[in-house]
């Protein structure tokens, strides 16, 4: 289609239609196992969670990081054979309310970790200690399916003049905080990134988390939707990281292996908008 001299390409025609086809789980889940044609509610998450770690007790355990801005838990899952010794790997997801893609994911990675008959997805948890948080943002998760399909935020009180909500979380951690585009200070902007850094809570609770973890870690994954893309730090601008080469392997070995071994690419396989 050329309108304006702008040449354009429909790829959905209607996206209303699209949503509308999205199925949200009304059965029981039976032994914390999820099913990976449907999205579920908050409470169906957490209490698969629950399930799947008093069944896997040997080996799991759910833990709450602390609470959001309306009080909701944010409950993750540790997954350990050695007691809390071996290096870290943390993974999040839904820190963006409308991307429900990415819990469905960390959720699959929950349930290939814990009851994959995989020799080398199994051979992991001989290695790494797992910390996951499937929802990261449970305020505006809840507000997704209550009121706004297409909500981003969190759902906090900012101090806007008129009465905008919300701070975009993963643009509300102290680093590099409102430097170099890519984040707004208005209020009513999607990507409003708070009063200040850590001004909400639920990014302050992942920071004490990951902070009290902090000599473990070696690999954090932040699941994102939109676009299939590998990203890691630092992108505040273009001067290459000290581990450049390293990570550039990392990335095109995931990026070659995708959809050869999808089960296994999801340990490094990250989209982000």
């Known amino acids: 289609m050329l309108q304006n001299d702008i040449r354009t390409n429909v790829i959905v025609e209607d996206v209303k239609k699209l949503i509308d086809l999205e199925k949200v789980n009304q059965d029981k889940i039976v032994d914390g196992r999820l099913e990976w044609d449907r999205y579920y509610t908050l409470e169906d998450i957490h209490q698969s969670l629950d399930d799947l770690a008093s069944i896997n007790n ?30 870290a790997i943390w993974i999040d997801a839904n820190i963006h309310a409308r991307e429900w893609i990415t819990g469905a994911v960390c959720n699959y990675i929950i349930d290939q970790l814990l009851n994959s008959n995989e020799t080398e997805i199994q051979s992991w948890l001989d290695e790494y200690d797992f910390y996951i948080l499937p929802i990261a943002n449970p305020d505006g998760y809840e507000f997704t399916h209550t ?5 981003r935020k ?57 902070t009290s973890i902090s000599s473990r870690l070696v690999f954090y994954l932040s699941l994102h939707s939109s676009a299939q893309y590998i990203l890691f730090p630092t992108g505040f601008d273009d001067t290459p990281i000290p581990q450049y080469n390293t990570y550039m392997s990392i990335g095109n070995l995931a990026a070659e292996a995708h959809g050869i071994r999808h089960e296994l690419i999801l340990l490094l396989a990250v989209f982000i908008i």
């Open 58 to 87: 040997a080996t799991a355990s759910t833990f709450s990081i602390g609470t959001s801005y309306e009080g909701r838990e944010m409950k993750a899952i540790k997954i350990s054979k050695s007691g809390e010794t071996r290096p």
């Open 147 to 151: 009121t706004d399909r297409f909500w």
């Open 154 to 210: 969190s759902r906090s009180e900012n101090g806007s003049p008129v009465g905008c909500i919300g701070t975009d979380l993963n643009r509300n951690f102290d680093f590099h905080w409102l430097e170099n585009g890519g984040a707004s200070s208005n209020p009513c902007s999607n990507t409003f990134a708070g009063n200040s850094p850590f001004s909400d809570s639920e990014a302050a609770n992942m920071r004490d988390f990951l």
